[in-house]
């Protein structure tokens, strides 16, 4: 793999821009299972080995079980996640995959389950860690084994 540019290395300034989003979403109200749920399923979509990598351990670390973490790119087909869970990782594909839109029906579905201020952090959660993938793959940044 051809190496490319450090962002936080050559521009750091560039990079700790995205800390305050960080600092607010550890702030909010957001379960941590929540957050887990997103950055994983997020960084599976985009491919981002970086970010699967991280946030699988941060997972592991916090509680969450290997089985939900391996059935989670297949979430839609088994059982152990809540309904408000599904609702969550339906968003966060959505908005992930954003070329294809947001539904109405996604949308209304996790709306069901989280308040109005919940579904904002929720979506800012989803946006920040599809901003860290973008980074992480545009600049081949490897996972720490």
């Known amino acids: 793999m051809q190496k490319r540019i450090n962002i936080q290395q050559t521009d750091p300034e560039a990079y700790k821009a995205m800390y305050p989003l960080e600092r607010y979403l ?5 379960q941590t299972t929540h957050k887990n749920l997103i950055k994983i399923r997020a960084s599976q979509i985009n491919g981002c080995a970086f970010c699967i990598n991280l ?38 594909e959505a ?26 952090q929720i979506i800012m959660a ?3 860690i599809n901003a860290w993938n973008r980074i992480a793959i545009t600049t081949h940044l490897q996972p720490q084994i």
């Open 95 to 120: 908005v992930s995959l954003i070329k294809d839109h947001v539904t109405d029906e996604v949308y209304t579905t996790a709306a069901s389950f989280f308040d109005e201020k919940y579904l904002a």
């Open 55 to 92: 946030h699988t351990k941060e997972a592991r670390e916090a509680g969450e079980t290997e089985q939900r973490i391996y059935l989670l790119n297949a979430w839609k087909e088994v059982e152990i996640f809540s309904d408000a869970e599904k609702a969550l990782l339906a968003l966060t």
């Open 26 to 30: 550890s702030a909010s109200s957001l």
């Open 126 to 128: 989803i946006v920040t």
